[in-house]
C-alpha cells in the first residue's frame, strides 16, 4: 500500500484479485508471456494476420470525431515511407496534451481492418529516447495477468509493470533475495541463482537467459512438490504397518491350477507378483494398477482377493455404477463357484432385509467377498476383518469417500486402486506419487485393434447400413449421446429423440433396442442393460453410463454421438465397450459437419492411435491437467506457478530423481548443505492439499 504508485485502492485489488499480500507475493506474480521487441517493422510489411508489432516515425495529423464519451480520436502516422491510422475511444484528452506531432515515436500495437484500412487500436507510443530504458537491455517485455476488475479500475499490465520496477529499483536496491535451493544444487544443474532469476523473468537481459531463469522457477518448484510427496512416502512406509499375508494357499492355488478361464498374459502375472511382494512385506500396499481398457483388471483383482481369503482376511471390491459392481458380482462369483466361496453384492437397490442380512454376516466374518457401490462406505457396514480394499475405476471417487473406506479398520487393510484411464506418467508423478504403480501393459491375445472411423453427421446412413450388417452377423451394437435432456446448444443430439429416430431406422420386429441412462431407476437400468447382456436387444442406446467396465464381448459397433463433446480418454473409454472379444470391431465417432480444426485434431488422435496412454498424452496437452478425466474429482492437489505438467515432464523427472538420490543420502535433511532445503519444506509445507491425494 505504501510502496509508490499502489496505494490503498490499488493494493485491495491486488490482494482480492491477484492474491499478493506483500512486496515479496508481488514478486512472485510473473509475466504470462513476453513480447519480443527487439525487431522493428515498415508499415508496408505487415497486415490484419499480423500479431503485435513495433514501428518508429511520428504522428502528422490529429482529428477527433464526437464529444464527451463518445468522443473519438484519429492520428495518422507515418514511418516516412507510408502511413496508417491509430484510434482511440477512451482517454482522449490525455492522449492529445501527452502525444507531440512531429515527435519520433515507437509505436507498438496489434494492427486490425477498420472500414477496410489498416488501423490500430489504442496502441502504445513511447519516445524514442525513453524506449531503452523502459524495455530494458533485451527488448524482451513481460506481459502480466490482468482481471476484468483490475482493468476497470486502471489497474493495467503496464501499471503492474511499474509497479514491480518499483520494487525492484526501491525497495531491493541494494539487497539480494535470499537463496532457496542449496549451492550444490544449483551447481549441479547449472542454474542461475534466485535474485537473477526473479529479476529476469521480470525484467529480461536476454532470451537465453531468461530461458535459464525459467527453468530454474520451475525445477525449484517440482523439485519441492517431489520432496514433500517422497518424504511422506518415506514417513508412511516406515510408520504404517500393514496386515502380513504370509502365504498363498488353497483358495489361489486351486483357482489358479483349476478354475482360470484363461492363461494369465505375462502383464497379469507381473502385477500380482508386484502386489504379493507387497502384502508380505509388512508394509500396508498401497498401489495404484493402470491398465488400459480390456487389459484384465478384474482378474488380477480377484486373484489378489484370493491371497487375503487365503490368509483369512475379508476383502472388498467398490465400483462406482451398479451395472458394473452388479457385473463383477456375477462374473467373480460364477468364476468362484465351484471353491465354494461367500460372496455377496450390496448396492443402493439392495433390499431392506437383505441389506440387514449382509451386513450381519460382513460383521462376523461369514461373508468373504463384498462387492458393492457406494452402499460399501455407509457407517453401518462394518467388517470382521477387512484385509484388501480394491477401488475399481478409481477416478469416480472422490477423495474424501475412498479414505472412509480404509479407515473401517483399526489397521489400515491393504488398498488396490485400479484405472483405465491412463495417467500420463508426469501426471501419476505428481499426482500419486506416493502410490507404487502397477501397469497391464499387454492385452489378452487375439485381440485386434478396434477400428475408428470419423464421419459428419451429415453422411450417417452409411453408418446404419454397416450396423445393419453387423446385427445380421448376429452382433450387437452401442450408441451412446452426451446428454439425456435436451442442453441450450440445440444442435446436439438428444437421448430420447435419438432413441426415437433409431427405432425408426432399425424397426421393430426385426430389431430390438435398449435404452439406458443415469436418471433411470435403478431397477429399470439393469433390466434394460439385462436385455442386452443376454443378446435379446442388439443396440443399445446409452449415455456415458456405459463408459466404464460394461463387458459384452458380443458387441462389435461402437457410435458415439456429438463426440466433440466427449473428451479424448472419455471417447477411448467409450470405445473400449467394443473390442474385448477376437472378432474386428469398430467405433464410430460422429461430429457435426460444422466442426472446429479443434474437433478435426482431436477426432484424428482417436483415429490414428488406440493406445490409451498416447491418446491421454496428448489430452494432457490439448486440455491442461486440471482438465484431464482422473483429476477433475479430487482437482489438482497443488498449483502451479511455473511448471506445466504437459509440457515440462523432463523437468519434473530431473527433479524427481535428484529430490530422490538426496533423501537416499540423507533421509531426515540433517546435513548442513541440506538446510536450505529443510527450512523451505517447512515453509512450503501448507500450501500442499495433502487430503487430495490417497
Ligand atoms: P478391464 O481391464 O477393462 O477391467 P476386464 O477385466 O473387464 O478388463 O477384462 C476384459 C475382458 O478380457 C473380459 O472379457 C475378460 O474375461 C477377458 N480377459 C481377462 N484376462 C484375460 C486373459 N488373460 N486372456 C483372455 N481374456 C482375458
Ligand atoms: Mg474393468
Redesign the pocket.
Known amino acids: 500500500m505504501y510502496l509508490k504508485g499502489v496505494g490503498p485502492q490499488r493494493a485491495a485489488l491486488l490482494q482480492s484479485e491477484l492474491k499478493v499480500n506483500n512486496l515479496e507475493e508481488m514478486l512472485y506474480v510473473f509475466p504470462f508471456r513476453y513480447v519480443d521487441r527487439s525487431k522493428y517493422y515498415f508499415i508496408k510489411d505487415i497486415d490484419a494476420t499480423s500479431s503485435y508489432v513495433q514501428i518508429v516515425g511520428e504522428i502528422i495529423r490529429f482529428t477527433s470525431h464526437g464529444t464527451g464519451t463518445q468522443q473519438k480520436l484519429f492520428a495518422t502516422f507515418s514511418d516516412y515511407h507510408n502511413t496508417v491510422d491509430l484510434v482511440w475511444f477512451k482517454g482522449v484528452k490525455y492522449i492529445e496534451n501527452k502525444l507531440k506531432i512531429g515527435e519520433k515515436y515507437v509505436l507498438y500495437g496489434k494492427p486490425s481492418l477498420y472500414n477496410g484500412k489498416l488501423n490500430f487500436t489504442h496502441p502504445d507510443l513511447d519516445p524514442v529516447d525513453e524506449i531503452e530504458t523502459k524495455l530494458g537491455n533485451g527488448g524482451i517485455q513481460g506481459v502480466y495477468n490482468t482481471t476484468e476488475k483490475m482493468k476497470k479500475c486502471n489497474l493495467t499490465n503496464k501499471v503492474v509493470q511499474n509497479i514491480i520496477q518499483t520494487i525492484f529499483s526501491q525497495e531491493l536496491k541494494n539487497y539480494h533475495l535470499p537463496e532457496t535451493l542449496p549451492a550444490y544444487v544449483l551447481q549441479q544443474f547449472g542454474l542461475p541463482n534466485l535474485d537473477t532469476s526473479i529479476r529476469n523473468l521480470h525484467f529480461p537481459e536476454s532470451n537465453i537467459l531468461l530461458q535459464r531463469c525459467q527453468f530454474r522457477m520451475k525445477f525449484e518448484e517440482l523439485f519441492y512438490i517431489q520432496m514433500q510427496i517422497l518424504r511422506r512416502a518415506n514417513a508412511r512406509k516406515q510408520s504404517v504397518q500393514g496386515f502380513i499375508f504370509s502365504r498363498i494357499g488353497e483358495y489361489f492355488n486351486n483357482f489358479y491350477h483349476n478354475h482360470l478361464?484363461?492363461?494369465?498374459?505375462g502383464a497379469?502375472k507381473r502385477v500380482i507378483k508386484e502386489v504379493r511382494e507387497d502384502v508380505r512385506s509388512g508394509r500396508q500396499m498401497n498401489r495404484l494398477i493402470q491398465?488400459d481398457?480390456?487389459?484384465?483388471?478384474?482378474?488380477v483383482a480377484l486373484m489378489c482377493i484370493l491371497i487375503a481369503l487365503d490368509n483369512q482376511f475379508q476383502a472388498c471390491l467398490m465400483a462406482p455404477t451398479e451395472i458394473l459392481a452388479s457385473q463383477h458380482y456375477s462374473g467373480i462369483s460364477q468364476m468362484l463357484q465351484p471353491l465354494g466361496i461367500q460372496v455377496r453384492l450390496l448396492t443402493g437397490s439392495t433390499k431392506m432385509k437383505e441389506r440387514r442380512e449382509i451386513m450381519e454376516n460382513l460383521e462376523n466374518g461369514t461373508i468373504q467377498i463384498i462387492i458393492g457401490t457406494h452402499a460399501l462406505l455407509e457407517d453401518k457396514v462394518k467388517f470382521h476383518n477387512l484385509g484388501l480394499a480394491i477401488i475399481d475405476e478409481q477416478h469416480r471417487f472422490g477423495v474424501a469417500q475412498r479414505a472412509k473406506l480404509w479407515g473401517k479398520n483399526s489397521c489400515p487393510p491393504h488398498v488396490l486402486v485400479m484405472t483405465?484411464t491412463p495417467i500420463p506418467r508426469t501426471l501419476a508423478m505428481t499426482l500419486y506419487g506416493d502410490l507404487d504403480i502397477s501397469v497391464i501393459d499387454e492385452l489378452?491375445?487375439g485381440r485386434q485393434p478396434i477400428q475408428t472411423i470419423h464421419r459428419t453427421d451429415n453422411h450417417v446412413g452409411p453408418v446404419y447400413d454397416f450396423v445393419r450388417k453387423e446385427i445380421a452377423k448376429g452382433r450387437q451394437a452401442y450408441v451412446v449421446y452426451p446428454l439425456i435432456k435436451e442442453s441450450e446448444a440445440a444442435d446436439f443430439q438428444n437421448l430420447e429423440d435419438g432413441f426415437k429416430k433409431l427405432q425408426q431406422i432399425f424397426p421393430e420386429p426385426q430389431y430390438h433396442l435398449s435404452m439406458v441412462h443415469g436418471q433411470m431407476p435403478n431397477a429399470d437400468k439393469d433390466y434394460e442393460m439385462q436385455k442386452f447382456v443376454n443378446g435379446q436387444t442388439q443396440i443399445l442406446v446409452a449415455t456415458t453410463v456405459i463408459e466404464v467396465?460394461v463387458?459384452v464381448?458380443n458387441a462389435s459397433v461402437m457410435i458415439i454421438e456429438s463426440a466433440e463433446r466427449f473428451g479424448l480418454s472419455q471417447l477411448h473409454q467409450l470405445r473400449?465397450r467394443v473390442g474385448?472379444g477376437s472378432d474386428q470391431s469398430y467405433c464410430f465417432l460422429i461430429t457435426s459437419v460444422k466442426q472446429t480444426s479443434a474437433t478435426r485434431e482431436r477426432m484424428d488422435i482417436m483415429t490414428s492411435s488406440t493406445d490409451g496412454f498416447a491418446i491421454s498424452e496428448a489430452d494432457l496437452k490439448l486440455r491442461g491437467p486440471g482438465d484431464l478425466e482422473g483429476t477433475q474429482q479430487s482437482g489438482m492437489p497443488f498449483e502451479l506457478k511455473m511448471a506445466d505438467l504437459a509440457r515440462d515432464g523432463q523437468i519434473l523427472q530431473a527433479a524427481r530423481d535428484f529430490a530422490r538420490s538426496i533423501l537416499e543420502d540423507d533421509p531426515n535433511l540433517e546435513k548442513e548443505n541440506n538446510r536450505i532445503i529443510k527450512d523451505q519444506l517447512a515453509l512450503r509445507a501448507p500450501a500442499f492439499n495433502w487430503g487430495a491425494i490417497s
Do not use: H, M
Not at 261 to 265: I, K, N, Y
Not at 293 to 299: A, E, H, I, M, N
Open positions: 478361464p484363461f492363461e494369465l498374459t497379469q491398465g481398457v480390456g487389459s484384465g483388471k478384474t482378474l483405465a489378452p491375445p467396465g463387458n464381448p473400449g474385448r
